[in-house]
Structure formats: structure tokens, C-alpha cells
């Protein structure tokens, strides 16, 4: 599988976006951009995925790069509740294994 | 719909004894995965499992670790004899690949963990 790099932490003030980057340089033509989130004492949480198109969801909106190499993700109105660890991985649609890095520790403050 | 059942949520042992942890899945959901979270890191797929056949145990450790699911549901994980640096999250997540829809994704439900401590 690919690897990603993202930040290990970053702030974000209550009701602003908070924009996640993840780099994905080695991904290949067939590999998919996942992001999932843990809270505290949870398990982890799907967001969203995408191949090369942005997407947008009830949660999140991804930006991938035209190249695919990076991409980020757009928590547009972050709350208190989204403070959480979040994970980037990139794998095959059909692989079911999901590789988790450290993942960003997302810390939303009022 | 219910979601990912595990038990128990915490669990403090000694080196050396075993112990064992449950998890009952999303209904329906055929496929089951248990995870090692050690603290600071990311979840580790330790075995996957597709209705009661082992898909994937590559880094499940054989001689102390073993997992079950016999049924086809519910699915037990075992460590025998536990050691220090099995201290960790052990994560439970489901997914249901027979109702996979073109383009769609086949999603991992997770359970909210056994917290093991070994002392």
C-alpha cells in the first residue's frame, strides 16, 4: 500500500473550517484516498473516500490534487465534536484492508 | 441499527494469565475484523475473517494469540499467555461485502473496544 504523511496535530478555532492535508506522493493509478476519524474512547469512524474527483459529503467535503498526490480534507463548520484523531489511508477499492497511520490529532477549541 | 458490540470495555490482568474478548458484529455483516490499538498509534489489523473462514492473519501472533469465529457471527479473541506489551485497544469492525453496490463502498463499522491492561 501507499504510505501517507500528515501533521501530527493541528488547532482549529470552533465554527471555522479546519482543513486536513495528507501526502500520498507513491499512489498508485488504482488507489483510493480514505479518511476516518476516532474520538476519544471510540473506534474509528468513516468520512469520505475518493479516486481523483472531490467529494462531498454530509461530514466533509476532500480535495485531491490533479496529480493525486496530496489531498485535504475540509471539515467546513468544525465543532467541539470533531476534535478527534484523523486518519488518511490510501489503498485498492477492493482490498479490504485498511492501514492506519498516527493519523492528525485535531483539536477544536471554543 | 445497532452497531459493533464488544465486551468486555476494560479488562486488567497479570503477565502471564489469559484473557479473552468478545464481539458481536452489525447483523448481517459478513465480514469481521479485530484490530490492536497500542496507545499513540493506529489501529493494526490483527485477523479478518469472511463469515467463519480466516482471510488474513498474517500479523496475528499465532503462539499467544488466537481468534474464533465459529458461527459465522460472533467472534471471540484470545491471548494466552498475555505479556506487557500487549497492553492496548483490541478493536472489533464489521463490514458487509455481499451488499456492496457498483461504486459504492464497503465500509468497516467499528465497536468501541476492550482496553487491555497488562501488569
Known amino acids: 500500500d501507499a504510505k501517507t504523511t500528515q501533521p501530527t496535530s493541528m488547532d482549529c478555532a470552533e465554527g471555522r473550517a479546519a482543513n486536513l492535508p495528507c501526502n500520498h506522493s507513491t499512489i498508485s493509478g488504482n488507489e483510493y484516498v480514505y479518511w476516518y476519524r476516532q474520538i476519544h474512547s471510540q473506534g474509528p469512524q468513516y468520512i469520505i473516500h475518493g479516486l481523483k474527483n472531490n467529494e462531498t459529503n454530509e461530514m466533509a467535503s476532500l480535495i485531491i490534487t490533479e496529480d493525486r498526490k496530496s489531498s485535504t480534507l475540509i471539515l467546513p463548520h468544525a465543532t467541539l465534536r470533531d476534535t478527534a484523531v484523523y486518519y488518511c489511508i490510501v489503498r485498492q477499492f477492493n482490498d479490504y484492508k485498511l492501514s492506519f497511520g498516527a493519523g492528525t490529532t485535531v483539536t477544536v477549541r471554543a | 441499527e445497532a452497531g459493533v458490540a464488544q465486551s468486555p470495555r476494560y479488562k486488567i490482568i497479570e503477565k502471564r494469565q489469559s484473557v479473552a474478548f468478545w464481539c458481536n458484529p452489525i447483523s448481517g455483516h459478513a465480514t469481521l475484523y479485530w484490530y490492536q490499538q497500542i496507545l499513540g498509534q493506529g489501529p493494526k489489523l490483527l485477523i479478518q475473517?469472511?463469515?467463519?473462514?480466516?482471510?488474513?492473519d498474517s500479523q496475528l501472533p499465532k503462539d499467544r494469540f488466537s481468534a474464533e469465529r465459529l458461527k459465522g457471527v460472533d467472534s471471540t479473541l484470545k491471548i494466552q499467555p498475555a505479556k506487557l506489551e500487549d497492553s492496548a485497544v483490541y478493536l472489533c469492525?464489521?463490514?458487509?461485502?455481499?451488499?456492496?453496490?457498483?461504486?459504492?463502498?464497503?465500509?468497516?463499522?467499528f465497536g468501541p473496544g476492550t482496553r487491555l491492561t497488562v501488569l
Open positions: 475473517f469472511q463469515n467463519n473462514g480466516v482471510v488474513d
Open positions: 469492525a464489521s463490514s458487509s461485502p455481499s451488499l456492496r453496490l457498483a461504486g459504492s463502498y464497503n465500509e468497516q463499522f
